[in-house]
Antibody, heavy 122, light 107 residues
């Protein structure tokens, strides 16, 4: 059973950098899956931030691309999110998730972390 | 970016009711669509992938249909644990985009 666990500071100052890590257990980050970050502002809907493959290939949401970096650490079986120049609008629950696939076609986000609330405030 | 429009935004129904939620894509996305259920304070849960395939472990009262631009999620007989918010997500191209959500409430 694959499990994902987010970790990182719950409070970030405006103009600072949000940094989160997602630890993967029960499976290998080097499997044939994309690993994503999704966020949800309080009381609002879901927004896909971006994803990474174990090779280091990434895809980002253009709305955040200039501020986002997603990286992978295969030795620790984890991947990370950095979001720079944050504002109050970046306050959200941040989820990591695994995208399953079959025959190179997407099968949806089948495993999720429990989510971590990051508040941007001075 | 492909826009995903869900309807209705909210819905009141009773246990045992049949419920349908729709999702419309701003352009064709083949069948690259998933449906997710989210309960308060919890991560979303995958119900349906590839528009109509039931995720392992999900009750058979959930079903999905559609292709191209128009998709539906149907719950054949609502159970108390089904009251939640439902989202569609297109996997067709980047950026991946979610619908705005449908909140299903108890009547």
């Amino acid at each position: 059973q694959v499990q994902l666990q987010e970790s990182g500071p719950g409070l970030v100052k405006p103009s600072g950098t949000l940094s989160l890590t997602c630890a993967v257990s029960g499976g290998s980050i080097s499997s044939s899956n994309w690993w994503s970050w999704v966020r949800q502002p309080p009381g609002k809907g879901l927004e896909w931030i971006g994803e990474i493959y174990h090779s280091g290939s990434t895809n980002y949401n253009p709305s955040l691309k200039s501020r986002v970096t997603i990286s992978v650490d295969k030795s620790k079986n984890q991947f990370s999110l950095k979001l720079s120049s944050v504002t109050a609008a970046d306050t959200a629950v941040y989820y990591c998730a695994r995208l399953d696939s079959i025959a190179a076609r997407p099968k949806g986000f089948d495993y999720w972390g429990q989510g971590t609330l990051v508040t941007v405030s001075s | 970016a492909i826009q995903m429009t869900q309807s209705p935004s909210s819905l009141s129904a009773s246990v045992g009711d049949r419920v349908t939620i729709t999702c419309r894509a701003s352009q064709g996305i083949r069948n690259d669509l998933g449906w997710y259920q989210q309960k308060p304070g919890k991560a979303p849960k995958l119900l349906i992938y590839a528009a109509s395939s039931l995720q392992s472990g999900v009750p058979s009262r959930f079903s999905g249909s559609g292709s191209g631009t128009d998709f539906t999620l149907t719950i054949s007989s609502l159970q108390p644990e089904d009251f939640a918010t439902y989202y569609c997500l297109q996997d067709y191209n980047y950026p991946r985009t979610f619908g705005q959500g449908t909140k299903l409430e108890i009547k």
